[in-house]
């Protein structure tokens, strides 16, 4: 029996031995380099403990709650005003303009995700276009996610597969 995979360079199927998962091998049609997965175990299932949504709802809303906190502290840092001084402002137009910079590198971060994902990599390349344009305040939004406990959940894309997705995000950031 073999492991059978696609390479994620060229999307060709290819067929390694059993002997070979866990390694690193090279695509036989254009060379690059891809990690063989282990061969599928038809060992015991482990049933997983069911999922809360309240629990999954509470924890993104932690979540958006700490992103949006460290933007707004790095806004204040940026701008050269003091803490003091943005608290005690009436005028809700900064913190408003945080929350809505806060959401668009959150769905620009989640459209690269799902594009990852679906193997969609002229999305995923304009994603990260409009993640550069937002500078710093987008690697330190990914540097948040990966710090964080609880990574976003996205369909189709495993927990690991996301964290990899944003390691890359990262890097392509510079």
């Not at 492991?3 to 390694?23: F, S, Y």
């Not at 990966?146 to 990574?151: K, Q, R, T, V």
């Amino acid at each position: 029996m073999s492991i059978e995979l696609h390479c994620p360079q060229c999307h060709k199927l290819i067929r390694a031995p059993d002997n070979a998962g866990g390694k690193r091998g090279k695509c036989p049609y254009c060379k690059n380099s891809v990690y063989i997965p282990m061969p599928a175990d038809n060992g015991e299932e482990i049933h997983l403990a069911p999922i809360v949504d309240e629990d999954e709802q509470r924890a993104e809303e932690l979540r958006r709650e700490s992103i949006e906190y460290a933007a707004a502290v790095d806004h204040v840092t940026d701008s050269g005003t003091s803490a003091e001084d943005t608290a005690s402002s009436t005028d809700g137009a900064v913190q408003s303009g945080v929350s809505d910079d806060v959401a668009e590198l959150g769905a620009d971060v989640d459209a690269f995700v799902i594009a990852m994902g679906e193997s969609k990599l002229g999305e995923a390349n304009a994603a990260v276009a409009r993640l550069k344009r937002a500078g710093t305040r987008a690697s330190d939004y990914v540097q948040d996610l990966l710090l964080d406990d609880m990574l976003p959940t996205y369909e189709n894309v495993p927990p690991p597969v996301v964290q990899g997705f944003l390691k890359t995000l990262l890097n392509r950031l510079g």
